[in-house]
């Protein structure tokens, strides 16, 4: 069973509500549509994360570097690395992929990289959680080993461990996790998050072991996988327009249920619903206030209807589903049709290509 507590030699979860710590570095994102660019936003998973953490009203911290080129004022500052560029991204998309394998259809280039992110460049600090997500290669093994001693329990997505850059154009291709220099930190991780296509590059019958894993595969919804069992989460209905950032932001909706003491197939419920409202919309995602607020007296609920008063990442993560686990899906797809938006609207913080 994954737990979240001392027993781990991770320092005590304090009585306040916990604080998080997000690592990994913005980015700068271009579509392209067809080989022409369609449009241009602020990205890297730390964006999509902070977008739905912030709007459940968790708090936390990130640590990311940009360089002087960078366009955006997200929430919490960057760390400004002299003599880099930032991360940039250019992601291809061909009007003749189906729908279902939009992703597999997506060739990914990283055309400039940022430093990568150091122990030294961490607070001293312990955090009740932390979520290291890189999609560049910024994460050091020895920074994610330094995560898991300030973090009570840390969730890590796959992506930032596996993914290598051809020299050439910066293709992104990916690699064994057993040959990615992190491997054996997967005893010292609470949870690995991965795509049905990343899930590919690992022995999911062997990774289960050691940290509980959790599949997210698209309109199928997602599966969680751990040492004495799996179950299968349903998924949200969602006109898609763009699958960038719909796993991060699933990872942001899974960690805030978490956080809050939902048991993992509600947090994964949650999960699934950000991922949804991801894919509705271009870059980065514009979260309706009416919606969030709904979610989270949902969540409230739900927390009531379980006997949770305290908003906590408990000492042990429960994997069963409890009784009601349904009418908490029907009551968040309900706030999703509620207040859903046209989903070709464009957000307000996207940029036509220069």
Known sequence: MVRASAQLGHPPTPTTAP??????????????HDGAPVAESLGGAVSFISAVLRGLSIPFGSVSKVGADFKYSPNHSPINVQGYRTTLFHAYFDSSGEEATAHQDRVLKRVAACEPISPSDLPSEPFDFGMAVGVGGEILPETLERMTEICSVVFVDIQGLIREFDPVDGTVR???????GFYHLLPRIGFLKASAEEAKFMDLEEVRKWCCVVVTNGKEGCS????DGELGI???MANQVDPTGAGDSFLG?????LVEGLSVPDAALLGNLFGSLTVGQVGLPK?????????KDEVQQR???CGLWSMSMGDEFKFSKQGGHDQFRASLAACNRLLAKPPYMMNSQMRSPA
């Open 19 to 32: 604080r998080g710590l997000i690592v990994g570095n913005y980015c700068h994102d271009v579509l392209f």
């Open 174 to 180: 990916l690699v064994e996790l057993k040959d990615s």
């Open 224 to 227: 969680v996988y751990w040492k």
């Open 234 to 236: 349903e998924p949200f």
């Open 253 to 257: 909706g899974l960690v805030g249920g």
């Open 287 to 295: 979260l309706d206030p009416r919606l969030l607020q709904e979610v």
């Open 303 to 305: 927390k009531i209807q």
